[in-house]
């Protein structure tokens, strides 16, 4: 037997040599190129949620982690202000009064603490509303239909070079262009912009208003 061959072969097996890492977290905006109305110092590039959709999921979620984590902590606060207020006052004992029945200042905790967490869920609420709000109405939504597409652009430079135009073809040309109203070169909008023209931004922003 070879004195170099380990004892245990199982230790150079693929469950024990390799390493499993964790899937990267998917990304909640991505990059497009800026548009015409974007700010060129800030480079060719903007972040842009890929849809409304994706928007009002992370909006949500932001929401929801604000919310958990506001709640977490306000449970310990009114835990603390419960005992404090249901503990008996310290001059008591000096008076020779009886000890506190442990009973009633249960229930006393226990009243405490559900009506100042009634009151601590209701602020958490709107905090976190107000903490995801401002970000979220600037944020960008990337452009579906970005205006018109290369084969409708040059169909209208040929239609408009045309000596002779009848007023048919006049009407035509106009249509096309009314019922492509995104702009030229636009690739997002913010999130504001969109108030009314989209469902998913409007449930948001609008109830806000």
Excluded at 179 to 199: C, F, I, M, P, Q
Aim: charged content about 25%; proline content about 7%.
């Amino acid at each position: 037997m070879d004195a170099s061959a380990p004892d245990n072969l199982d230790d150079y097996s693929p469950f024990s040599t390799v390493i499993n890492f964790a899937r990267p977290i998917p990304l909640l905006r991505g990059p497009l190129p800026a548009g015409p109305s974007d700010d060129p110092s800030s480079g060719p590039y903007v972040l842009a949620f890929r849809d409304s959709q994706a928007w009002i999921s992370s909006y949500r979620a932001c929401e929801r982690k604000i919310i958990q984590q506001c709640q977490e902590g306000a449970r310990i606060g009114c835990a603390i202000s419960a005992s404090s207020k249901c503990k008996p006052p310290w001059w008591k004992a000096l008076l020779g009064a009886k000890p506190t029945d442990l009973k009633e200042r249960e229930l006393c905790e226990e009243r405490e603490m559900e009506n100042c967490f009634a009151a601590a869920k209701e602020k958490c609420i709107g905090f976190a509303r107000d903490k995801c709000l401002n970000p979220f109405k600037d944020a960008r939504i990337a452009v579906k239909e970005r205006g018109l597409n290369l084969k409708e652009g040059v169909k209208l430079i040929h239609w408009a070079s045309m000596p002779e135009r009848s007023l048919w073809l006049t009407s035509q040309i106009g249509y096309l262009c009314l019922s492509h109203r995104t702009k030229w070169g636009v690739t997002n909008y913010r999130a504001s912009e969109l108030l009314g023209s989209d469902n998913h931004v409007q449930c948001v922003i609008g109830e806000q208003q």
